[in-house]
């Protein structure tokens, strides 16, 4: 139980372009969400916490027109990133749970 | 105070050794120590975690020492096999580790088991 997925697994775009990654709850409903970044060999920095029915909270240095973060229902969270640039290459990274969290694969993103 | 520490950076063992990996809090309201491990490509997959009224936990071949006046846990991982190569993290959290609770990660430790 509690599965979570990502879509897309890998994505490449050109810079200036918008992305949307999907995060899914597939076997069970999460109120609560969280988006994580993560540069190749580094921890997991958290970026923003995705509430259902209401803005999302980012951290602190996290951009918030850049990252637009979507919790429409109970079973997904978009991340959008905005006007994409080479420095937003990165490993994106999706959490959710019941009782504890559970991530899911992540999303390669890579911007030419 | 918020951060957690974790060392070492990396670690290379032979297969059968008990790598040990170290982690330090600040923040005394945390109550939720997890350990995560991640392969590459991959999201980071819950090991075992702990809370502070219990100095060990075990499942499996992992096992959490933690040592609350000294804000301090361990991970260690018995008989460990070339399949447990991976980068091992620790957290903390508030609020009895319920998935509604912001997750802080350690720097991670990057294990190579060599056979």
């Known amino acids: 139980g509690a599965v979570v997925s990502q879509h897309p697994s890998w994505v490449i775009c050109k810079s200036g372009t918008s992305v949307k990654i999907e995060c899914r709850s597939l076997?069970?409903?999460?109120?609560?969400m969280f988006w994580y970044r993560q540069f190749p060999k580094q921890s997991l920095m958290l970026m923003a916490t995705?509430?259902?029915?209401?803005?999302?909270?980012?951290e602190q240095g996290v951009e918030k027109d850049k990252f637009l973060i979507n919790h429409a229902s109970l079973t997904l969270s978009t991340l959008t990133v905005t006007s994409a640039h080479p420095e937003d290459s990165s490993f994106y990274i999706c959490?959710?749970?019941?009782?504890?969290?559970?991530f899911g694969d992540g999303t390669r993103l890579s911007i030419l | 105070q918020q951060q957690v520490k974790q060392s070492p950076q990396s670690l290379i063992v032979q297969k059968g050794g008990i790598p040990i990996i170290n982690c330090a809090y600040e923040?005394?309201?945390?109550?939720?120590f997890p350990w995560y491990q991640q392969f590459p490509g991959k999201g980071p997959a819950l090991l075992i975690a702990?809370?502070?009224?219990?100095s060990e936990k075990k499942e499996g071949r992992f096992t959490i020492s933690f040592n609350k006046s000294a804000k301090q846990f361990s991970l260690h991982i018995m008989d460990s096999q070339p399949g447990d190569s991976a980068t091992y993290f620790c957290?903390?959290?508030?609020?009895?580790?319920?998935?509604?609770?912001?997750?802080?990660f350690g720097t991670g430790t990057l294990l190579a088991v060599q056979p």
């Open positions: 959490s959710a749970g019941l009782g504890t969290q559970h």
């Open positions: 076997d069970f409903q999460a109120t609560t």
């Open positions: 995705s509430n259902e029915g209401s803005k999302a909270t980012y």
């Open positions: 923040n005394t309201a945390f109550d939720y």
């Open positions: 702990i809370r502070p009224d219990v």
């Open positions: 957290a903390a959290s508030k609020g009895n580790g319920g998935a509604t609770n912001k997750l802080i």
